[in-house]
């Protein structure tokens, strides 16, 4: 396959999305990676930089069509933008998870509706969605997050058969806990229940924890770009040994020791 393929990566100034427009750009791939803020964003040489917010229509619509107009074609779109809401469920507001979901989920819908009539009359492309570990098994303290994960599983699987027959390939990435920046600008809902602060504090420690031992953006990256030069792209791909371990887990396990593992995991069996 060749490499001059136009790319598109939703969220590329920083973490995951800056490390695979980085390498995509260094693998030859025509690279176009976004932000809400392009202009204060470090440069990566071989990624043009646009404007975008994916939890707007107006937004999507002129960044498809700037990509269009200047590469011609997107034959590669990886919808990695998202961002995280921690709290307890009952601490989270509607607005709230409405707007996780915006970002996590509806941003993936509106950019996917966006590049596939494009993508149908090229009778070609590959969307690569960034799933995370959390869309298989959920984490405490982070519900709503891992519901927008959920949901995207869903939808990305049911999008893989329908595209099938235009020869749209569609993959989704699945990787456990990353040390990138995510971990230090996740989003806290404005109202705590004090009742739960034992288990909430536990659980954000152990979530902590597994973000600073865990795997940088590169491996990502490199899963990613494996992924979109494969001839024979697979729907899912888990990311990092914890990601494999834990489905290989769900997958085998007697339910309830498996719930009993991600309790002992975030600590979750205190008292207080
Ligand atoms: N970190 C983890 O532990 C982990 C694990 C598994 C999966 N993931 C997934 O990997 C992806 C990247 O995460 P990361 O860890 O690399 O996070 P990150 O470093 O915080 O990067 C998030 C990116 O998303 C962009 N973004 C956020 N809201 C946006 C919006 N409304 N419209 C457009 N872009 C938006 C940000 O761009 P601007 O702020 O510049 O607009 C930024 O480039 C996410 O989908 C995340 O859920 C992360």
Redesign the pocket.
Known sequence: MSNQRVVLI??????????TAQLLAARGFTVFG?????AV?QRVAGVEMLS????SDA?VRACVDDVVGRAGSIDVLI??????LAGALEELSLDEARSQF???FF?VIRMVSAVLPLMRRQKRGHIVN?????GLSAIPFLGI?SAS?FALEGYTEALRHELKPFNIRVSL???????????N?RQVGATSIAEYAPWRERAFSAIRAA?EK?PG?DA?AEAIVNIVSSPHPRLRYLIGSQAKLVANLRRFLPAGMFEQGVRRTFALDGNR
């Open positions: 939703t969220g590329a100034s920083s973490g995951v999305g800056q490390s976004t932000s809400r803020n392009p964003v975008l917010d994916v939890t937004s919808n990695n933008a998202g961002h995280e915006e970002t996590n941003g960034v799933g995370s570990l959390s997050y994960k990435t699945e990787a456990g806990f990353l040390h990138t920046p995510m971990m600008h973000e865990g953006a990502v």
